[in-house]
């Protein structure tokens, strides 16, 4: 009997926009709907890093969430940000890894090793991850929240170190 993949939203919103890069906040929850139809969500995370960017945060955001995951999942991110879902979604990631983490005009990609642990963690544990663009349900609420909670500094994984999660 083939079991399908649970299905887990998660929902990113950074104080940061764009490519400015700054000292910026980042909170997620996820949720999905378990077993016995009851809906489930994460306590929300909030960690603040130097010298990020929109894009940087969601990526360690992702990560980190993906430690919450004990199998493989659908993973759909919620997020603002037009980039991060066009990679997602149109298969740049691929293009990246095969092109040596370059992109169509021979440049480096930005974050790079970030992309590229995002992708193994992905492969090595099974998940699949999708993007919707929207301003959703959320964001008011962790715009305020991100505004007077206590953040963690640099909580989530490093650029080089890959976590043992098993």
């Keep these: 009997m083939e079991q399908t993949m649970r299905t887990v939203d998660l929902f990113i919103t950074t ?4 490519s400015a890069k700054g000292t910026g906040r980042v909170m997620y929850i996820l949720r999905t709907t378990l077993k016995s139809g009851r809906v489930h969500e994460s ?34 991110l919620h997020t603002e940000c037009d980039y991060i879902t066009s990679v997602l979604c149109q298969g740049w990631l691929t293009h990246w890894q095969q092109s040596g983490w370059k992109n169509s005009r021979g440049k480096e990609v930005k974050d790079a090793c970030l992309w590229s642990m995002l992708l193994q ?30 953040p963690y500094t640099n909580m989530f994984t490093k650029l080089d170190e890959k976590p043992d999660w098993q």
């Excluded at 990526?59 to 493989?72: E, G, K, P, Q």
């Design 43 to 76: 306590i929300p995370e909030v960690a603040e890093y130097d010298d990020a960017s929109e894009r940087k945060l969601i990526l360690l955001a992702v990560r980190d969430a993906l430690t919450h995951m004990n199998f493989a999942c659908m993973i759909v």
């Design 121 to 150: 963690d992905l492969e090595e544990d099974g998940h699949v991850l999708t993007a919707v663009t929207e301003k959703h349900e959320f964001v008011g609420w962790m715009r305020w929240k991100m505004q007077v909670a206590q």
């Design 15 to 18: 104080s940061l926009r764009g």
